[in-house]
């Protein structure tokens, strides 16, 4: 027998075939020792119980059944357990729908509804890791508000693989499963392969949290936020305004030199611009972490990237500027006092500063049309990111021209979403390749048209009204969902109590060196006029941050006053 030759080919050839009949992994073999790093702190061993029919979600169950496969062989404190819906065991947990994953279920009641598709998957590692170690990760404030609960809570989060606000959404319901294991129990549930359950509960926008039945919101919430909410069932605006037990001591009183309100890339960017001046720095968010940019389903135009998820760039910039500033989301700004110093108030502290940077973003414009409020959430929304997965093979219509419009068109026809997009204008104002994708992708175009009103039957969109601006002709258009994507409108709230100046468009006015009308105040990015972009919003905010430095240093104010 020879060793080489044809005998060697053959051994070749089986091996290639081997390998091409085997499964393909789930977990990228590079990510292994990484995994293995951070499950390393494990301590109690996790069992992860899967429910699979073979009638029912066969692609989801082979995800499902692989990835709970592949989880043991990275550390020996995770286990694996299959079950039909057939058995006693989903008998007994209650089990009806293929594919389902329950978390250490001897423990807590924690479940996966569909399998744990993108950003998902990272959440479920993360609530492993937490299982085993028996920290809920929650603040202390949070864990003082569940020690309040006294009643079961049951918590679902409808969600899909392409919103990126949702596994943020899902980590808040499981953090207080993990928290209030006696009382809690929460589901994730994919909008997409769940379909009866969120045709029951009317899903129409994602992530959308429904509480006991009774009790729902919508999109992410900040962590202390939900946890109110979960424990009393009512707004956070309903609970504050009769719940006084976190102001008995009073707020705290924070020295800084820079407070930056607003964390997309303006806001991060100046934070850490300021502190490499010297200066110190935090950063207050309201809502979460991103802005629109952590909405965009692909940048293609940032240096430095051919092409990158928005949520993911704004993650990187992020996790650069925790590196020099603290970065406070959730944490909104109530008041704003100028003197001596500029007294920043929340809901939580007083922030002493010497300059206020004002990076507070834009949010999407409405219609204002009959039966846009009233549907919002469900068939109306401004962000197909979010949304756009849970109208796969159905009709949406998007209104707007402009680029936001048209990337919105595109992703949804890659959806499988049957596209028409609406716009006032003769012409599209979207670059010119995007004109071109969406001709070539087929999206049927409706020009010189507005709509004038959007229709449903109480539950959902159904339809909308067009009218043709050049023949007042009006048609109804049959659709699931209506995108609006027409611009955006400047967050002035501050700005228009200080009084800053303001452009005839509503956003603030600033010099050169993004000074507003105020000494010691300046503003950046998308409040401000100019491109909408990301590298401007950059720009911005490093210019503040370095014109804050140099004017504390040297006050303009006070020349001009001699």
Same mark, same amino acid.
């Given at each position: 027998?020879?060793?080489?030759?044809?005998?060697?080919?053959?051994?070749?050839?089986?091996?290639?075939?081997?390998?091409?009949?085997?499964?393909?992994?789930?977990?990228?073999?590079?990510?292994?020792?990484?995994?293995?790093?951070?499950?390393?702190?494990?301590?109690?061993?996790?069992?992860?119980?899967?429910?699979?029919?073979?009638?029912? =979600?066969?692609?989801?169950?082979?995800?499902?059944?692989?990835?709970?496969?592949?989880?043991?062989?990275?550390?020996?404190?995770?286990?694996?357990?299959?079950?039909?819906?057939?058995?006693?065991?989903?008998?007994?947990?209650?089990?009806?729908?293929?594919?389902?994953?329950?978390?250490?279920?001897?423990?807590?009641?924690?479940? @996966?509804?569909?399998?744990?598709?993108?950003?998902?998957?990272?959440?479920?590692?993360?609530?492993?890791? %937490?299982?085993?170690?028996?920290? =809920?990760?929650?603040?202390?404030?949070?864990r003082?508000?569940?020690?309040?609960?006294?009643?079961? %809570?049951?918590?679902?989060?409808?969600?899909?693989?392409?919103?990126?606000?949702?596994?943020?959404?899902?980590a808040?319901?499981f953090?207080?499963?993990?928290?209030?294991?006696?009382?809690? =129990?929460?589901?994730?549930?994919?909008a997409?392969?769940?379909?009866?359950?969120?045709?029951?509960?009317?899903?129409?926008?994602?992530?959308?949290?429904?509480?006991?039945?009774?009790?729902?919101?919508?999109?992410?919430?900040?962590?202390?936020?939900?946890?109110?909410?979960?424990?009393?069932?009512?707004?956070?605006?309903?609970?504050?305004?009769?719940?006084?037990?976190?102001?008995?001591?009073?707020?705290?009183?924070?020295?800084?030199d820079?407070?930056?309100?607003?964390?997309?890339?303006?806001?991060?960017?100046?934070?850490? @611009?300021?502190? %490499?001046?010297?200066?110190?720095?935090?950063?207050?968010?309201?809502?979460v972490?991103?802005?629109?940019?952590?909405?965009?389903?692909?940048?293609?135009n940032?240096?430095?990237?051919?092409?990158?998820?928005?949520?993911?760039?704004?993650?990187?910039?992020a996790?650069?500027?925790?590196? @020099?500033?603290?970065?406070?989301?959730?944490?909104?700004?109530?008041?704003?006092?100028?003197?001596?110093?500029?007294?920043? @108030?929340? +809901?939580?502290?007083?922030?002493?500063?010497?300059?206020?940077?004002?990076?507070?973003?834009?949010?999407?414009?409405?219609?204002?049309?009959?039966?846009?409020? %009233?549907y919002?959430?469900?068939?109306?929304?401004?962000?197909?990111?979010? +949304?756009?997965?849970?109208?796969?093979?159905?009709?949406?219509?998007?209104?707007?021209?402009?680029?936001?419009?048209?990337?919105?068109?595109?992703?949804?026809?890659?959806?499988?979403?049957?596209?028409?997009?609406?716009?006032?204008?003769?012409?599209?104002?979207?670059?010119?390749?995007?004109?071109?994708a969406?001709?070539?992708?087929?999206?049927?175009?409706?020009l010189?048209?507005?709509v004038?009103?959007?229709?449903?039957?109480?539950?959902?969109v159904?339809?909308?009204?067009?009218?043709?601006?050049?023949? +007042?002709?009006?048609?109804?258009?049959?659709?699931?969902?209506?995108?609006?994507?027409?611009?955006?409108?400047?967050?002035?709230?501050?700005?228009?109590?200080?009084?800053?100046?303001?452009?005839?468009?509503?956003?603030?006015?600033?010099?050169?060196?993004?000074?507003? =009308?105020?000494?010691?105040?300046?503003?950046?990015?998308?409040?401000?006029?100019?491109?909408?972009?990301i590298?401007?919003?950059?720009?911005?905010?490093?210019?503040?941050?370095?014109?804050?430095?140099?004017?504390?240093?040297?006050?303009?104010?006070?020349?001009?006053?001699?």
């Open positions: 027998m020879a060793l080489f030759g044809s005998d060697k080919d053959k051994k070749a050839k089986d091996a290639k075939k081997a390998a091409k009949d085997e499964p393909k992994r789930l977990i990228p073999e590079d990510n292994i020792p990484e995994l293995k790093k951070f499950f390393k702190p494990m301590q109690e061993t996790v069992e992860l119980l899967v429910f699979t029919d073979p009638k029912q =979600s066969a692609p989801y169950n082979g995800f499902m059944e692989s990835l709970c496969r592949e989880l043991p062989e990275i550390t020996d404190k995770i286990t694996a357990r299959f079950e039909t819906l057939e058995s006693d065991a989903a008998r007994q947990h209650g089990v009806d729908f293929s594919p389902t994953l329950l978390l250490a279920p001897d423990r807590y009641k924690i479940r @996966y509804l569909g399998a744990p598709l993108g950003e998902e998957a990272r959440t479920l590692i993360e609530t492993i890791l %937490r299982l085993s170690v028996g920290k =809920s990760g929650l603040d202390q404030t949070s003082e508000l569940l020690k309040e609960l006294t009643e079961e %809570r049951h918590i679902q989060v409808f969600v899909n693989p392409s919103c990126p606000y949702c596994p943020g959404q899902v808040n319901a953090h207080c499963a993990i928290e209030r294991p006696d009382l809690v =129990s929460a589901d994730c549930v994919d997409s392969q769940h379909v009866a359950l969120a045709q029951q509960h009317q899903i129409g926008s994602v992530p959308h949290t429904i509480i006991n039945d009774e009790f729902s919101t919508l999109g992410l919430l900040p962590e202390e936020r939900f946890v109110a909410e979960l424990v009393t069932l009512k707004t956070a605006e309903e609970f504050l305004g009769g719940h006084h037990g976190l102001e008995d001591g009073g707020l705290d009183v924070v020295e800084v820079v407070v930056v309100a607003g964390a997309g890339p303006a806001g991060l960017t100046a934070a850490m @611009y300021a502190a %490499r001046s010297g200066l110190s720095a935090v950063v207050l968010e309201k809502n972490i991103g802005g629109q940019v952590a909405l965009t389903p692909v940048v293609e940032y240096p430095g990237f051919a092409n990158v998820p928005g949520k993911r760039l704004m993650e990187m910039i996790d650069q500027a925790r590196g @020099y500033a603290q970065v406070h989301e959730g944490e909104g700004i109530d008041e704003v006092k100028v003197g001596k110093n500029i007294e920043v @108030y929340t +809901d939580k502290a007083v922030y002493v500063a010497k300059a206020l940077i004002l990076a507070t973003g834009a949010t999407w414009k409405k219609l204002g049309v009959p039966g846009e409020d %009233r919002f959430g469900f068939g109306v929304s401004y962000c197909s990111t979010c +949304d756009g997965y849970l109208y796969k093979e159905k009709k949406a219509v998007i209104v707007g021209g402009g680029d936001t419009a048209l990337t919105d068109a595109l992703h949804l026809k890659n959806l499988g979403v049957d596209v028409t997009v609406i716009h006032r204008r003769k012409e599209l104002r979207a670059e010119k390749y995007l004109q071109d969406v001709a070539k992708a087929g999206v049927a175009l409706l010189g048209s507005v004038t009103e959007i229709l449903g039957d109480d539950k959902k159904t339809a909308v009204k067009v009218k043709n601006l050049a023949d +007042d002709a009006e048609q109804e258009i049959t659709t699931d969902a209506v995108f609006v994507a027409i611009g955006l409108d400047p967050n002035i709230a501050i700005a228009e109590e200080l009084g800053l100046k303001l452009d005839k468009d509503g956003f603030i006015r600033t010099d050169w060196g993004k000074r507003t =009308s105020i000494p010691r105040i300046y503003a950046a990015g998308d409040v401000t006029a100019g491109a909408r972009q590298v401007t919003a950059v720009g911005d905010g490093s210019t503040a941050a370095l014109s804050a430095f140099e004017n504390l240093s040297h006050p303009y104010w006070k020349k001009e006053k001699a």
